[in-house]
Each structure stands twice: as C-alpha cells, then as structure tokens.
C-alpha cells in the first residue's frame, strides 16, 4: 500500500539538497524508502539503497564518510541516488551529509530515513542549514485509513465531501462506523490493517511497550517507570492545559526533569504540545500550552481503554484529538493554535493563515452542545477569525468533523 506522502519525497528528488525522512516507529519509512529506490530503479537511474542497522557498514561510515565508496562507485558524470535507513545510528550524521553535499551535491543525493526526531534535532545541527529538507511521516489520516481499509465508494464520498462544503452524504452510517472504528484503534498502518480488535489491540500494546523502551534507551531517561506515568498522564488529559507545577507535584519530579521528558516526548513523536492565541506575543509565551497525543490509537492504548465508543466519557476528548491531527497534515502543528480566557472561555484551535486574519475551530461530540454565547467574546475580540462547528452530529452532516474548514 503506498503512502501519499511518497509522493513528496518523489518530488524532492531533483533537488540537490538531501532528503530526510523523519517520524515515529513503525509509519512505514523503510516501505516508502525501498519504493522510491524500486521506482528509481524502474526509471532506469542508478540507485543505491541500504541500512545502518547492518553493524559492518556502520562501522564503516563512522570511520570515515569517503569510506561510502567502498561500498558503491563514487559518481562522475551521472547522478547516483542514495537510499539510506536509520541514517541516526551514525556517530555524527551531521558530519557525513555535510561532507557528501559539499563535495558531490551535483552527483549524489541522499534519501535517508530516522526513526526518532530526537536524534534528528540534536545531531543535525546548523551546519546542515540549507543542505537538508525534513519530510515528516504521521500516522495514517482518516482518508488514507479508508486507503488501507480498501473502502473505495467511501473515498469517493469523502472525496466530495472535502470539494463542496454543503454536500450531504448518503453514507452517514458507514462513515460513522468507519470514524469510530479509527477513534479507536488510531491510524498506524499495521493496526489498521489488521482485521480483528483483538488483534489490533495486542499490537498497540506491543507498539507502545517497545516504542517507549527504545525511546528510554536512546534519550538517557532516568526515571523509566516516571517517564511512562507522564505519557499516560498527558493522554489521559488530552486536549487540556498542561500544568508543569502539577506534574512535577503528582510525579515527584523536578521541574527540569518534566521539561526534559516533556521535550524527548514531543521529539520522538509522542505528542504535541499548542501554544495559546493571542495578540499580544508577550503573553503568547508565557501561558500554559495544549496537549494532544500523535495517534488516538495511542493514547487508548497508554490509557488501557479501548472500550466502545456510546461507553466513553472520553469521546469529546477522541474527537478533538482526532480533529487536531487531521488539521496536522495540512497546516504546520507550530501553526496551530488554541484561546483561552482566564474566565473560562475557549476556543479549541485557532490558525492564523496571514497578518491578522485566519480561522478557529470548535469541536463537541454533538452540535447540542454548543452555546454560542459562550463564543462571543471570540467573535468580538478577533472578527477575521469566523469560527467553524465541527462536531460527530451525523443527522447535522454540515457539521462532520469530516467536513472541510471552508
């Protein structure tokens, strides 16, 4: 099954500058790297594809980044494409893209993969400014869901659900099935693809436990048993403030150590953490961000809760999560962004799209329970920012989370 976002890395490729390609474990980055290198391939260009969890050609590359021609033809006149997985197990990536961009940008591009945005960040540092583009992977979004569901009629539906705003579909219950099943169990393609809950069940859980293990390991965290009670923490508040003083206080931490751990897991794609909306900057950067968690799948696994949908005190939380990263894949998450007043009002997200002018969203499990009193303050404070319903009011289909913003 191919990725959309394949096709962005394909479009990179007559770029000189090298191709990283970054996200969580287990979204299908090796998939997509060898189905770029089979495509080159078939396009008759010279193409170079292997990984750096191969022990010997690590050691290799760590000695010395010339040491790459030892393992292919250094290139002359025609342009070689590089495919490299894990490319963070180098001792110092930085070093090696710097070197083979400085000296053969015109001959050798690099298509390279890592797992973890934590070893991304620390270990590309300014040197690679301008010799680098970083492609994010996500989680599957609710259209690639169907994708990999092979629910054809229904990508046709939503494909005219997402071109004309008033359309009103026919296939309310089936989406309704579908969405809920992905509230669920989330959008990571080897838990979609399985057939049984059961199933999809026991490999989120594999997931989770090996995931944090290795991002434990690979970050230096002290405190693992902490660092798992904060994840779960933060899943289980999604979509509220996050209050530092309170978990340093629940979790017997200091201040420094939450901010670590909150860091690493923003890095290795766990979660992401909103800034609040307001005019005034200043104030911007000194109040409490947002939390939600990068696969809904995820956060029910954290929280040990894959129960039914019409059971769920979370579901509100679920679809606004749910919300959240499906706006992630078209507009940057530093973009996005939420209001809040100290009286309580609140607007889930709000997005500046140029100087003064942009859009907010508001999100309830049902269209009832909207007030829209309680938004006044909003509309009166910012009026280029008209706010959109977005609710999983299936007998009100204008206001489907699925619908598009305008």
């Given at each position: ?23 969580a474990r287990q979204l299908g980055k ?81 298509i390279a993969t890592g797992s973890s ?162 005019a005034n900057l200043r104030k911007e ?122």
């Amino acid at each position: 099954m191919i990725r959309k976002i394949t096709a962005s890395i394909e479009a990179h490729l007559n770029k000189p500058q090298h191709t990283i390609v970054t996200g969580a474990r287990q979204l299908g980055k090796t998939t997509m790297l060898k189905q770029v290198y089979q495509n080159l391939e078939n396009r008759g260009q010279k193409a170079y594809y292997f990984t750096l969890e191969a022990p010997d050609i690590l050691h290799l590359l760590n000695e010395h980044p010339e040491n790459l021609f030892k393992l292919l033809p250094k290139p002359e006149t025609e342009k070689v494409f590089l495919l490299i997985d894990e490319v963070q197990y180098l001792a110092n990536p930085t070093n090696f893209l710097k070197y083979h961009y400085d000296l053969y940008k015109d001959r050798l591009k690099i298509i390279a993969t890592g797992s973890s945005a934590f070893y991304i960040d620390s270990n590309f540092k300014d040197s690679l400014a301008g010799r680098k583009k970083i492609i994010r992977v996500d989680p599957l979004n609710f259209e690639e869901f169907l994708l990999f569901k092979e629910q054809k009629m229904l990508l046709r539906e939503y494909e005219s659900i997402k071109s004309n705003k008033d359309y009103l579909s026919s296939k309310s219950v089936d989406f309704k099935r579908m969405l809920e099943e992905y509230l669920l169990y989330g959008g990571y393609p080897e838990v979609v693809l399985q057939e049984k809950p059961a199933d999809k069940i026991e490999l989120l859980n594999e997931l989770k436990s090996s995931f944090l293990k290795k991002d434990i390991l690979e970050s230096q965290v002290e405190d693992e048993t902490k660092f798992r009670d904060l994840f779960k923490l933060l899943a289980a508040q999604s979509g509220s403030l996050v209050n530092k003083n309170e978990l340093c206080s629940t979790l017997r931490l200091a201040e420094k150590t939450v901010e670590r751990y909150l860091f690493i897991l923003q890095k290795c794609f766990h979660i992401q953490l909103l800034k609040p909306f307001y005019a005034n900057l200043r104030k911007e950067l000194t109040k409490m961000p947002k939390v939600y968690i990068n696969d809904v799948g995820m956060r029910n696994a954290m929280l040990n809760n894959f129960s039914a949908i019409d059971d769920r005190m979370d579901k509100g939380q679920l679809l606004e999560n749910f919300i959240f990263n499906e706006l992630r894949q078209t507009i940057k998450p530093d973009d996005i962004k939420y209001w809040r007043t100290a009286d309580g009002n609140e607007i889930d997200f709000v997005i500046e799209t140029s100087a003064d002018t942009g859009f907010a969203i508001e999100a309830k499990w049902t269209e009832r329970e909207f007030k829209a009193s309680k938004y006044k303050k909003f509309a009166e404070n910012y009026p280029n920012y008209p706010l959109h319903i977005r609710s999983f009011d299936f007998e009100n289909t204008s206001n489907w989370a699925l619908k598009p913003i305008a």
